[in-house]
């Protein structure tokens, strides 16, 4: 059966799975297959065994034979190992949909390198590596860079006191994951995140989803009589786009209040920072769906306010982790703003933006900016409010990406766009990658949303 890991890591991750990604040297492999023989499938306790507790830290394995160094969050005793116990971990230098449990029987852990606290833990040991970048000075633009590409969360000390108070009880809700594996479809799937199923589901190891109608089950026997009398070979609401096998829905969320909100809770084993679970009557949901034979089948979606003060054209984006790396998170972006488009209003997505959020953004920004300038740049009276209105970019995204670029400037209380021909040429050279739209209007069917519903 296919299987899906943490697909939608950053190529500068260099991992691709949870708990088992990343390469690795064959001297790190072997110890790691030597720690493994001291206690694997034995109630022998493993060569300098310890309790752990919360804080600790120590080498870990992970199935690739690669060490990582993991704090250990949480505990549990083993199942027929008397005295001993699985550990929950974070490895500290990597981001936490890599947290696992690492099982007593597994033996992947390495006492001998056994540290009392973890400190700063993952916080202290990104903010270190920022802080060096190659014994270059950390200048704040440099640090802003280096935190973007890497993913490099917020420290508690960066954050004000409301917004650090808010994640560190966020982080000791959220900081166990229980499921590790869902079925959806024929694929199945490595979770990354904590998501609060109902009890009774949310501490399974391995959840079952029917991959129409999103219901969630205990058992692949529940599920194989479920998809006898399910009935559903597409996703709840109205087809609004169709153009070859690409599809797109459009869901009320009053309308379809359970299936939008098994939809979140799905989508919040992917993504970290997402509290929309149950309130879903106010946002539209536009899931972007494959079509063949057997039905529509789910690849992403992203939601929206129906009445945004804001012109936010986008709250939550999300692309499954087996159907990424396809063009399929760009497709959302740029759907969302054709309907913009057809609104006639400019939008911009709900801030913050989630780490890969940024980066697929920031991608799409800036192939829409250099394209505009590329036309346009050699305009003596190109403005922000220009392009904004020509690109539909909300003028702070056009600013901000434009600064990732080096190419604007204040001066004298006006924001000057400064066009690089270096850039200019590169982006010509690798615009062949990104080719044509993905979106065709044409294929739209869709009218605006007047006055909520």
């Given amino acids: 059966m296919p299987t899906s890991g943490a697909a939608m890591a950053s190529e500068n991750d260099g991992v691709s799975g949870g708990g088992g990604g990343g390469g690795g040297g064959s001297g790190a492999a072997g110890a790691a297959a030597t720690w493994a023989a001291t206690a694997a499938a034995s109630s022998e306790k493993p060569a300098g065994f310890r309790e752990l507790f919360a804080g600790n830290c120590m080498q870990i394995q992970w199935r690739d034979g690669t060490v990582h160094r993991g704090e250990v969050v949480e505990k549990r005793p083993a199942v027929n190992l008397p005295g001993q116990f699985d550990y929950y971990v974070h490895y500290t230098e990597h981001n936490r949909r890599l947290d696992e449990w690492v099982m007593a029987h597994e033996g992947r852990l390495n006492f001998a390198t056994f540290e009392e606290s973890?400190?700063?833990?993952?916080?202290?040991?990104?903010?270190?590596?920022?802080?060096?970048?190659?014994?270059?000075?950390?200048?704040?633009?440099?640090?802003?860079?280096?935190?973007?590409?890497?993913?490099?969360?917020?420290?508690?000390?960066?954050?004000?006191?409301?917004?650090?108070?808010?994640?560190?009880?966020?982080?000791?809700?959220?900081?166990v994951k229980y499921i590790n594996r869902v079925q959806l479809g024929k694929f199945e799937i490595d979770a990354w995140y904590f998501s609060p199923y109902p009890e009774e589901y949310g501490k399974l190891s391995h959840l079952y989803i029917c991959e129409f109608c999103l219901k969630y089950m205990r058992s692949p026997k529940t599920l194989v009589h479920h998809r006898q009398v399910c009935g559903h070979f597409q996703p709840a609401g109205t087809e609004i786009y169709r153009k070859d096998n690409i599809s797109v829905f459009e869901i009320?969320?009053?309308?379809?209040?359970?299936?939008?909100?098994?939809?979140?809770?799905?989508?919040?084993?992917?993504?970290?920072?997402?509290?929309?679970?149950?309130?879903?009557?106010?946002?539209?949901?536009?899931?972007?769906?494959?079509?063949?034979?057997?039905?529509?089948?789910?690849?992403?979606?992203?939601s929206k306010e129906k009445n945004s003060f804001l012109n936010h054209n986008l709250s939550c984006i999300m692309t499954m982790p087996h159907r990424q790396r396809k063009g399929y998170g760009r497709m959302l972006i740029e759907f969302s703003y054709?309907?913009?488009?057809?609104?006639?209003?400019?939008?911009?997505?709900?801030?913050?933006?989630?780490?890969?959020?940024?980066?697929?953004?920031?991608s799409f920004w800036k192939h829409r900016l250099l394209d505009y300038l590329h036309l346009h740049g050699d305009s003596t009276t190109l403005s922000i409010k220009q392009v904004s209105r020509d690109t539909l970019l909300d003028p702070y995204d056009i600013i901000s990406t434009l600064q990732s670029l080096y190419m604007i400037k204040y001066w004298r209380g006006r924001h000057m766009i400064v066009v690089r021909p270096d850039m200019m040429k590169d982006h010509l050279k690798k615009s062949s990658r990104y080719g044509d739209s993905q979106v065709d209007p044409k294929c739209l069917r869709w009218t605006p949303l007047v006055g909520g519903r």
């Fill in 118 to 175: 973890a400190g700063e833990g993952a916080r202290g040991k990104e903010l270190a590596a920022a802080a060096s970048d190659g014994g270059r000075k950390m200048t704040r633009n440099r640090k802003r860079r280096h935190d973007e590409i890497n993913h490099v969360q917020k420290s508690y000390a960066d954050m004000d006191a409301t917004t650090a108070k808010l994640e560190k009880e966020y982080e000791e809700v959220t900081k």
């Fill in 252 to 302: 009320d969320g009053r309308e379809h209040k359970v299936y939008c909100q098994n939809l979140c809770l799905l989508a919040k084993l992917f993504l970290d920072h997402k509290t929309l679970y149950f309130d879903v009557e106010p946002f539209l949901f536009y899931v972007l769906t494959e079509v063949d034979a057997h039905g529509a089948h789910l690849v992403g979606y992203f």
């Fill in 338 to 362: 054709l309907l913009s488009k057809t609104e006639n209003c400019i939008g911009s997505p709900e801030k913050p933006l989630s780490d890969l959020g940024l980066v697929s953004y920031r």
